[in-house]
């Protein structure tokens, strides 16, 4: 009886089931993390937290930090209040990670929150401070919204 070749074999076999593969790997973030991220985000029926905005608000946040010099950083005003252009504004960034670090299961959600505080730790020394935020913001109540912004994004 021939031998039959390795590729018809495969091509005889069902596809194998990926469905517990996160979609997208977030960097710095493990498999297993980023697969509860995944699966929080596909699950939920919030607008902004839809699947890909935590891997989006974690690269808008630290590319804001990563702003060259020693000068102070005001977030932008995103001009539009759609998924895309919110994420100018890294307070709306932030509002994103605050939100799926709700919904997640206490490893993955302590291993997120370790790489967020270390961004907000970065945040509140390259940002300055807003006396005025009780009247300007619509959540004063969350620190990094009490923080100045501006039309323009760096120094």
């Not at 960097?27 to 937290?49: K, N, Q």
Request: charged share 30%; glycine share 8%; hydrophobic share 35%.
């Amino acid at each position: 009886m021939p031998r039959r070749r390795p590729g018809a074999l495969r091509a005889e076999q069902s596809p194998r089931d990926t469905w517990h593969l996160p979609v997208l790997r977030i960097h710095g973030l493990s498999i297993r993390t980023s697969a509860a991220i995944d699966r929080a985000e596909r699950l939920s029926g919030d607008y902004f937290a839809h699947p890909g905005a935590t891997d989006r608000a974690l690269r808008r946040y630290r590319a804001f930090l990563r702003a060259p010099g020693r000068r102070p950083l005001y977030p932008r005003v995103p001009l539009c209040g759609c998924r895309g252009c919110s994420f100018d504004d890294v307070r709306h960034a932030r509002d994103v990670l605050d939100t799926v670090l709700g919904w997640l299961p206490l490893r993955p959600r302590t291993e997120l929150a370790h790489h967020v505080r270390a961004l907000d730790f970065e945040y509140l020394g390259r940002t300055l401070p807003d006396p005025f935020a009780a009247d300007r913001q619509w959540r004063p109540d969350l620190w990094w919204r009490r923080r100045l912004a501006d039309g323009q994004e760096g120094g």
